[in-house]
């Protein structure tokens, strides 16, 4: 056997290259930031994630900290704490969080637009009847009519908040 083939067949020694200081410092950087994104949280999303218990006191404590060098120390503390865990699956819980909230904002300016639209659109109840017809039509046109007394009277917006509240039953909210 030559000494080529020998090497070849020879068992992996198990030996990886050590991570170089930048990339250390850049991972140490990314998982301060992760802490940074987590600070923001409610507490109960927090508990949502299962993090250790010292984490989550250091993430409560920050929160009280008003000195910029003490809170500087603080969130590097979580940094070293967020070293401890897998980033994984909290950044993924965190994306899901955030998407999820992307599409329910993209669903109320939706249910925003279609009221603007129907209260000054005549031909846009047509068009919201085809494109939702399990609505109520009499209810939605005696909302609409309400809605344009209120206004003209100077009366509070009762009936238009009404119709925002109807719109929120009809168009489904979109799911990702």
Same mark, same amino acid.
């Given at each position: 056997? #030559?000494? !080529?083939?020998?090497?070849?067949?020879?068992?992996? #020694?198990?030996?990886?290259?050590?991570?170089?200081?930048? @990339?250390?410092?850049?991972?140490? !950087?990314?998982?301060?930031?992760?802490?940074?994104?987590?600070?923001?949280?409610?507490?109960?999303?927090?508990?949502?994630?299962?993090?250790?218990?010292?984490?989550?006191?250091?993430?409560?404590?920050?929160?009280?900290?008003?000195?910029?060098?003490?809170?500087?120390?603080?969130?590097?503390?979580?940094?070293?704490?967020?070293?401890?865990?897998?980033?994984?699956?909290?950044?993924? @819980?965190?994306?899901?969080?955030?998407?999820?909230?992307?599409? !329910?904002?993209?669903?109320? !300016?939706?249910?925003?637009?279609?009221?603007?639209?129907?209260?000054?659109?005549?031909?846009?109840?047509?068009?919201?009847?085809?494109?939702? %017809?399990?609505?109520?039509?009499?209810?939605?046109?005696?909302?609409?009519?309400?809605?344009?007394?209120?206004?003209?009277?100077?009366?509070?917006?009762?009936?238009?908040?009404?119709?925002?509240?109807?719109?929120?039953?009809?168009? %489904?909210?979109?799911?990702?």
């Amino acid at each position: 056997m #030559s000494d !080529h083939s020998q090497a070849e067949n020879q068992p992996d #020694s198990g030996f990886e290259p050590q991570p170089s200081k930048t @990339r250390i410092k850049q991972e140490m !950087h990314a998982l301060q930031d992760l802490g940074e994104r987590l600070i923001g949280l409610e507490p109960a999303r927090i508990a949502e994630l299962d993090l250790p218990e010292k984490l989550v006191d250091a993430l409560r404590e920050i929160r009280k900290i008003t000195s910029h060098g003490a809170r500087r120390r603080q969130l590097q503390l979580i940094g070293k704490l967020m070293r401890t865990i897998d980033p994984q699956p909290v950044e993924a @819980r965190l994306d899901a969080w955030q998407h999820t909230g992307q599409r !329910h904002t993209a669903w109320l !300016h939706q249910l925003e637009r279609w009221r603007d639209r129907l209260t000054s659109d005549e031909t846009a109840v047509t068009e919201f009847m085809q494109t939702y %017809p399990e609505a109520d039509a009499g209810q939605l046109r005696t909302l609409l009519r309400n809605a344009e007394k209120e206004k003209l009277a100077g009366k509070p917006p009762k009936s238009y908040r009404a119709l925002f509240q109807l719109l929120r039953q009809i168009v %489904p909210e979109m799911k990702g």
